[in-house]
């Protein structure tokens, strides 16, 4: 006897295949869009931009902490951090004057530290690898008898980038002034030279 021909039915998956399916598909898509993003990101000119302009504040404040440091104790190696820190004129200053340099402090023997209490960049050429910044110090000298000297100060500085990163080309004294007048007279005194 022959069976009749029944029709057979489509064997349909398991549906722990189709949720299997469906979180690899979503794992993929979520790895292609996470690739792109951090693909953008990593090409951004403002990121690198933003990086660069982190680099340069943080030699700005390491090098002005640097210039403003040095032990009688440990000369050498405070004169090597300074032409370390800078280049070009600067450094070029720092290696001319530093027999002089020597000579002082061995005879004064002093310690000078310095603690950056802030600091901004105020200009940042990327591209031409030039930078300056403003740096707040607070600088402590201690002498031989132990007192101690504490003086705020707020340096200007020039960057220039060079192989080895960021590093001073210039550095002084910022002009201080009464933030209060601002250079013109004031109206009594223009009414009175008339």
Known sequence: MTRPNRP???RKPPPT????LAALLLAAGFAAWSSADWYAAAHDE???YSRQRDAALDAAEQGVRNLNTLDH???EQGLALWEESATGEL???LKGSRAEFTRQVRSARTATSARVLSGALTELD???GRARAMVAVRITVRTP???SAVKDS??????TRTGGGWKLSALGQAPLGDPGTTGDKAPDEEAGSR
């Open 46 to 48: 403002r990121v690198a």
């Open 145 to 147: 008898d132990r007192k």
């Open 8 to 10: 057979t039915r489509e």
């Open 126 to 128: 990327d591209r031409a």
């Open 73 to 75: 104790a440990d000369l």
């Open 91 to 93: 450094l070029k200053e």
């Open 154 to 159: 707020r340096m200007l500085t020039e960057l």
């Open 17 to 20: 295949r189709f949720a299997l």
